[in-house]
């Protein structure tokens, strides 16, 4: 299953809108595990969800845009809690952002005003 989560990025001091694309698919997880990926699993793990037992693919569109840090920590989050049925998908008119600590608490990130305008721009 694939689930989509709406996130924004920041260029500059602009915001812009982003979409993460989560897809869990039958076979071993995948070894080469980004740093972003560990935080989540981490986080999954202490919120008392399971972290999915598959192989995991996370795309953050548009790839044209670099896109790093720790804002995209909490879609990802969403999106393979959702991918998983864990959860319900998150609404696609809602922005979502955010770094998470190990324990699962969500921390602010720089640029969260930006972001926000760009996702209010955005309908």
Known sequence: MVSIVRTAGIRGIEGYLVTVECFLSNGLPDKAVS????RVRAAVKCCAFDWPVSRVTVNL???????????YDLPILLGLLAASGQIDEP???CV???ELS????LR????ALSMAL???DAG
Not at 102 to 105: C, I, K, R
Not at 108 to 111: D, I, K, R, T
């Open 61 to 71: 569109a548009p790839a044209d845009t670099r896109k790093e840090g720790t804002v």
């Open 35 to 38: 740093e972003a990926a560990e």
């Open 118 to 120: 760009a996702a209010r």
């Open 108 to 111: 602010p990130v720089a640029g």
């Open 102 to 105: 190990l324990t699962g608490a």
């Open 96 to 98: 979502f952002f955010g």
């Open 91 to 93: 609404p696609r008119d």
